[in-house]
Nanobody, 128 residues
């Protein structure tokens, strides 16, 4: 079992920055993918960024160059640094974890929502 707890969501002006955190507990050892997803009202959940236990990353085209995913293994914490925020980034942001035998495939999983464990989400609202 893995438990995920997101934090850091807030209301900001367009052009601002936020850093989201996701603290993981439980069986987070071994090979895995961990990712940020988001879901805006009336829209499907979409992958934002993913990082594997091998440190490979991938970003959605809509956030590439603005968002950075990173993790601090000593703190069991995943981060998402979001810069140059726009109203289109407004959404509930979720952290998700997926054990995998092949961490090199994690970039492929960004377009899939079949992650095993999910957090409760943290709200990001960007106003113009």
């Amino acid at each position: 079992q893995v438990q995920l707890a997101e934090s850091g969501g807030d209301s900001v002006q367009a052009g601002g920055s936020l850093r989201l955190s996701c603290t993981a507990s439980g069986n987070t050892y071994g090979s895995y993918c961990i990712a940020w997803f988001r879901q805006a009202p009336g829209k499907e959940r979409e992958g934002v960024a993913v990082i594997g236990s091998d440190r490979r990353t991938r970003y959605a085209d809509s956030v590439k160059g603005r968002f950075t995913i990173s993790q601090d293994n000593a703190k069991n914490t995943l981060y998402l640094l979001m810069n140059s925020l726009t109203p289109e980034d407004t959404a509930m942001y979720y952290c998700a974890f997926r054990p995998t035998a092949s961490a090199w495939r994690c970039p492929d999983f960004l377009e899939r929502t079949d992650f095993t464990y999910w957090g409760q989400g943290t709200q990001v609202t960007v106003s113009s």
